[in-house]
């Protein structure tokens, strides 16, 4: 398992952008890995995610032409790139590792603490 950090949280406007990292103590490189979010009341939910060599990239339909994931394995990290949001992207992110594609949160192993995204009308 590898330890995971995200960072680039806060508020934002509607139809404004913010960018999320995630920092991997270890090597990412075995890993896929997903972005994930989590509103109040509501279940964890399938945001992104990205194959160990970026051949592939996958995006729920909520934010399918708004939002890019990206790696960088010799940095050990994954970003988040989050344009035209609204105020149904308020939610805790969450960013994830796992053995392969999935949009089932208990098929990740690692993940890190949060971070809040708040999305004002």
């Known amino acids: 398992q590898v330890q995971l950090a995200e960072s680039g949280g806060g508020l934002a406007q509607a139809g404004g952008s913010l960018r999320l990292s995630c920092a991997a103590s270890?090597?990412?490189?075995?890993?896929?890995m997903g972005w994930f979010r989590q509103a109040p009341g509501k279940e964890r939910e399938f945001v992104a995610g990205?194959?160990?060599?970026?051949?592939?990239?996958f995006y729920a339909d909520s934010v399918k032409g708004r939002f890019t994931i990206s790696r960088d394995n010799a940095k050990n990290m994954v970003s988040l790139e989050m344009n035209n949001l609204t105020p149904e992207d308020t939610a805790v992110y969450y960013c994830?590792?796992?053995?392969?594609?999935?949009?089932?949160?208990?098929?990740?192993?690692?993940w890190g603490q949060g971070t809040q995204v708040t999305v004002s009308s």
């Open positions: 270890g090597r990412i490189s075995a890993y896929f």
């Open positions: 994830a590792a796992g053995p392969h594609y999935s949009d089932y949160h208990e098929a990740y192993d690692s």
């Open positions: 990205i194959t160990y060599s970026d051949s592939y990239r």
